[in-house]
C-alpha cells in the first residue's frame, strides 16, 4: 500500500466519522422547532418503512413549530403513528391533509439529559477517529517493516505526525460542534 494513501484513507474515515456526527446532533431536540428533529422518523406506509422526508414536505413556519405535508394525505394517519412512536415527546396534530407538530419548550432537568446525550455522542465520534489513527499507524509500521516498500524510519515519522495533526484538527471540530449544539440546548 502506498504511505499517501494511508494517510488519505484515514482522513475519509474521520470525515465520515464527522458527517455522521452532524446527521446525529441535528436529531437532537433543542428548544426550538427543527426539521432534522422528525425528518428521520420511519414511517409505516406502502408496505416498507420509509423516512418521513421521502413522504412529507419539513417546514418550520413559527420557531415552535414543524408542519408536515404529505405527498399523499393518504398517509397522514401513518405519518401521526409514526411521529408518537418516536419517542421525541412530541404530539402532533392533524386536521386531515397537514400534520402540525408543535415543539414544546424543554424542562431543564430535559436539558441536562440532551447535554449529556449530546457529550456521548461527541465522545463516541471521538472513539471512532482514534481508531482510525490507531488502524493508519498499525498500516504505517507495515510499510516500514516491509523491506519491498522504500519507507525509511523518518518517512514513517512524519507521516505518523501528519495523522496525529489531522487527528487533532478532527477532535477540535468534533468539540466545537458538541458546544455548539450544548449551547443550542441550554438556551431558553
Known amino acids: ?23 446525529e446532533l441535528r436529531g437532537v431536540r433543542t428548544g426550538r422547532a427543527s426539521v432534522g428533529l422528525i425528518e ?3 414511517v409505516d406506509c406502502y ?6 422526508r421521502s413522504l412529507a414536505a419539513l417546514s418550520t413556519p413559527e420557531p415552535t413549530q414543524i408542519v408536515v405535508k404529505p405527498f399523499d394525505p393518504g398517509t397522514v394517519v401513518n405519518i401521526v403513528k409514526a411521529i408518537e ?14 400534520v402540525r407538530v408543535p415543539v414544546p419548550a ?7 439529559q440532551l447535554a449529556n446525550q449530546v457529550r456521548n455522542m ?20 507495515t510499510l516500514e517493516k516491509d523491506k519491498s516498500q522504500s519507507l525509511s524510519e523518518d518517512q514513517a515519522k512524519k507521516l505518523k505526525d501528519d495523522v496525529q495533526e489531522l487527528i487533532k484538527k478532527i477532535e477540535t471540530a468534533i468539540d466545537e460542534m458538541v458546544t455548539g449544539k450544548i449551547n443550542e440546548i441550554s438556551e431558553i
Not at 412512536?85 to 397537514?98: E, F, H, M, V, W
Not at 424543554?106 to 441536562?112: A, C, I, M, Q, V
Open 40 to 42: 428521520h422518523v420511519k
Open 106 to 112: 424543554l424542562s431543564g432537568e430535559r436539558r441536562k
Open 1 to 23: 500500500m502506498d504511505p499517501d494513501m494511508v494517510l488519505l484513507e484515514c482522513e475519509e474515515h474521520m470525515h465520515k466519522t464527522i458527517d455522521y456526527l452532524k446527521t
Open 85 to 98: 412512536r418516536a419517542d421525541l415527546g412530541l404530539n402532533p396534530q392533524s386536521d386531515g391533509k397537514t
Open 122 to 141: 461527541g465522545e463516541t465520534a471521538k472513539v471512532s477517529v482514534r481508531n482510525s489513527r490507531r488502524q493508519a499507524n498499525k498500516q504505517i509500521d
Open 47 to 52: 408496505g416498507s418503512l420509509t423516512e418521513l
